[in-house]
């Protein structure tokens, strides 16, 4: 069974940075893509970013250039999420993916 737990929300100020993570078990890590998704209050889920099992990235045009999407694939087994530059408008629970697993998400939290 998969599970995913994301950890590293908080509370920031504009202009700050967080770096969430994600620890997956049950599944043969390094050889699948993993996603970050985001859903702020009232609105619906919506794609942030992904990493294939090549590293290869990419993002939604609201986070390029901010963020960065990054995996461990040794021993951790985790999948990161960098966030510079945070606005309030990317205030969130932020959730790790995988095919339909999800995990219980992390809030973020930007003020202004």
């Known amino acids: 069974q998969v599970q995913l737990v994301e950890s590293g929300g908080g509370l920031v100020q504009a202009g700050g940075s967080l770096r969430l993570s994600c620890a997956a078990s049950g599944m043969r890590f390094s050889i699948n893509t993993l996603h970050w998704y985001r859903q702020a209050l009232g609105k619906q889920r919506e794609w942030v970013a992904s990493?294939?099992?090549?590293?290869?990235?990419?993002y939604a045009d609201s986070v390029k250039g901010r963020f960065t999407i990054s995996r461990d694939d040794n021993a951790k087994n985790t999948v990161y999420l960098r966030m510079n530059s945070l606005k309030p408008e990317d205030t969130a629970v932020y959730y790790c993916?995988?095919?339909?697993?999800w995990g219980q998400g992390t809030q973020v939290t930007v003020s202004s």
């Open positions: 993916n995988f095919a339909t697993a």
């Open positions: 990493i294939s099992n090549s590293g290869t990235t990419n």
